[in-house]
């Protein structure tokens, strides 16, 4: 079992960044990836990022790509997401989430084993 909390989900105005932060518990291996993914009201849980637990192979949606930054500190065992320019169009409940499957499946919110409460992150314009 993996326990994961997120946090540092706030309101930020159009333009502004906000950085979350994914504290992870339980069996954490070098075997997890580690993936963000929103959902905003009426739409589909989506991909934002992944990386490997380890910090590698980092990952992104088109829709953030150049504008997200996710990476790993595994002494804090915590995954972070930078999120910088962001739109009113990011605004979504954040999750983080884990799975042990490989890169080709991290696209897919299925193939996540374990996931957190969720942060809310709301972008005023």
């Known amino acids: 079992q993996v326990q994961l909390v997120e946090s540092g989900g706030g309101l930020v105005q159009a333009g502004g960044s906000l950085r979350l932060s994914c504290s992870a518990s339980?069996?954490?291996?070098?075997?997890?990836?580690v993936g963000w993914l929103r959902q905003a009201p009426g739409r589909e849980r989506e991909f934002v990022a992944a990386?490997?637990?380890?910090?590698?192979?980092?990952a992104y949606a088109d829709s953030v790509k150049g504008r997200f930054t996710v990476s790993t500190v595994n002494a804090k065992n915590t995954v972070y997401l930078q999120m910088n320019s962001l739109k009113p169009e990011d605004t979504a409940v954040y999750y983080c989430?884990?799975?042990?499957?490989?890169?080709?499946?991290?696209?897919?919110?299925?193939?996540?084993?374990?996931w957190g409460q969720g942060t809310q992150v709301t972008v005023s314009s």
């Open positions: 990386i490997t637990w380890s910090g590698g192979y980092p």
């Open positions: 989430a884990a799975s042990l499957a490989s890169s080709i499946s991290w696209q897919t919110a299925g193939r996540y084993d374990y």
């Open positions: 339980g069996r954490t291996s070098a075997r997890l990836a």
